[in-house]
Every structure is written in structure tokens, then in C-alpha cells.
């Protein structure tokens, strides 16, 4: 008689992904921190959001102020939180880091409607996704399908 073992799965590392509590806190930062410069008039708050963007998108998590913050303040929650794939954090922030980019440059040269309407393109993103979908996971799941089709990747 012949056994067919099947192998446990393997449960994912805690430190797989990144913690939703932390993903939850990057997207609220972006939308107060936002909001609270237009209501303002204080384009130099996207700026520090900017700043603190850059090195998540350079460094990846361990880099961040904001990641580092949450681990701070979730400590107790991180070890059972669901966790988003770090890819998909790392494109969404790329993706901020560019439309606040453009929006420092349309500042720096006297639009500041434009600097405004771009960073409000951060704001609805990540409102939305505090409301349940995320229009850049939506986008990095795009991209990757298409590549696939295209380079056969």
C-alpha cells in the first residue's frame, strides 16, 4: 500500500510583507498631511511628505520614518497582522513620491492649482484604498499582467 504525504504548508514569516497597521498609517499620513497643507496653503508640508516617502522607495521598509513609527506604535499588533506584499507598498509609495515630485516642481514654478490638483491625486489614491481598493495594487497588478503578455514574463 502506497501513502501519499502531503507536506504541511508553510505558514509565512511574520516578517513577510508588511503589517496592515503600518500600511493603514503610510496611507493616513499622506491623507492629513496633505489635506492639512492645502487647507493651509502650505505647499512645504507636501515637501516633508515627500521627504519622508524617498527613502521607503530607496531604502525599502527598513529605511522608512513611517514604518519605523508604526513599528513603534503597533508593536503588539504587528505579530498577527495581516500583511500586504512589500512590492505592492514599495509601487504605491514610488508612485506618491512621483505625483508629489511633480507637484514640488509645479509649486516651484508658480502653479500651485496644479501642485494642489497632483497632490489631491495622492489624497483620493489613498482614500480609496482606506475605503478598500487600492487603485495602486489595481495599477501594479496591471503592469504585471501586461508585461507578461508582452515579454512573456
Excluded: H
Excluded at 62 to 73: A, H, Y
Excluded at 113 to 129: E, P, R
Amino acid at each position: 500500500m502506497q501513502t501519499t504525504e502531503q507536506l504541511p504548508a508553510v505558514p509565512a514569516s511574520p516578517t513577510d510583507g508588511v503589517a496592515m497597521p503600518i500600511v493603514t498609517l503610510n496611507r493616513w499620513i499622506l491623507v492629513i498631511g496633505i489635506s492639512l497643507g492645502w487647507l493651509l496653503q502650505q505647499p512645504l508640508l507636501t515637501t516633508l511628505l515627500l521627504l519622508l516617502l524617498i527613502p521607503a522607495v530607496l531604502g525599502r521598509q527598513r529605511w522608512s520614518p513611517i514604518t519605523n513609527l508604526g513599528k513603534w506604535l503597533f508593536a503588539r499588533q504587528i505579530a498577527t497582522a495581516e500583511r500586504e506584499d512589500a512590492r505592492l507598498m514599495r509601487f504605491n509609495n514610488t508612485i506618491a513620491v512621483l505625483l508629489l515630485f511633480a507637484a514640488q516642481l509645479a509649486f516651484a514654478a508658480g502653479l500651485p492649482l496644479v501642485g494642489w490638483t497632483v497632490a489631491g491625486l495622492v489624497v483620493v489614491a489613498a482614500s480609496v484604498a482606506l475605503a478598500g481598493f487600492c487603485v495602486g495594487c489595481f495599477l501594479y497588478y496591471q503592469f504585471k499582467l501586461r508585461r507578461a503578455a508582452w515579454f512573456g514574463r
